[in-house]
């Protein structure tokens, strides 16, 4: 089994900065590709940002040059620097890894969400 634990959400005001965390645990042999999803109020859930273990980085058009994306290898946590915070970036917040478990299969995993609202 493993898990993912979001942290960091909140509110901001707009032109803030905030830093969600997700760590992984469990039995873990590898982690490939972590990243961060977010879903707004009536949209469909879309990429934020993801990054493989060997450091390649994708992002959304919309978020470059305002966010950037980190992983801790030896931690399984990812992280999401967040600046220059505009109200449509409020949504919540999904980590998501796609783990390679300890003599089992490899699973996609999602954390259970973190809020981030930006408004003044």
């Known amino acids: 089994q493993v898990q993912l634990v979001e942290s960091g959400g909140g509110l901001v005001q707009p032109g803030g900065s905030l830093r969600l965390s997700c760590a992984a645990s469990g039995s873990i042999f590898s982690i490939s590709a972590m990243g961060w999803y977010r879903r707004a109020p009536g949209k469909e859930r879309e990429l934020v940002a993801a990054?493989?273990?060997?450091?390649?980085?994708n992002y959304a058009d919309s978020v470059k040059g305002r966010f950037t994306i980190s992983r801790d290898n030896a931690k399984n946590t990812v992280y999401l620097q967040m600046n220059s915070l505009k109200p449509e970036d409020t949504a919540v917040y999904y980590c998501n890894a796609y783990i390679i478990r300890t003599g089992g299969w490899p699973v996609n995993s999602w954390g259970q969400g973190t809020q981030v609202t930006v408004s003044s």
């Open positions: 990054a493989t273990s060997s450091g390649n980085t």
